[in-house]
Every structure is written in C-alpha cells, then in structure tokens.
C-alpha cells in the first residue's frame, strides 16, 4: 500500500509535482509539503509560474521530477 501525502495546510493529496517542487525548494531532507495551491499562496507566486518551474527542473534532468 502506497502512503499517500497530505498538504500540511489544506489536507489535500499532494502530487508528485508539488512534493517534488517542495524538496527543491525547501531540501530534500524538509518535512513541508504542500499542494501546489498552497505552495503558490506560500511562495507568492501563480501555479502556473511553479509548473513551469518545475518543467525546467524536468528538463534539466533533476530526478525529482522524472
């Protein structure tokens, strides 16, 4: 059985985008994690501003996000 994630914030299933966006951001080894909706909030930025973020970091190879 796969554990699922949950958003610290809202409770909301975290995806692998958002986790993987967490661990960048704020360390592999941080126990935050957030939906991409509440890490926008957090971070002050738009959603579609981390996914595109998170697409480069795709496309620089990070394992995060393969």
Request: charged share 35%.
């Amino acid at each position: 059985m796969i554990a699922v994630t949950r958003c610290l914030v809202c409770g909301e299933q975290v995806d692998r985008t958002s986790k993987g966006l967490c661990q960048k951001l704020f360390g592999e080894k941080a126990k935050k994690r957030l939906c991409l909706r509440c890490l926008a909030n957090e971070l002050e930025v738009e959603e579609s501003e981390l996914l595109e973020k998170a697409e480069e970091f795709k496309k620089a190879g990070c394992k995060l996000f393969l």
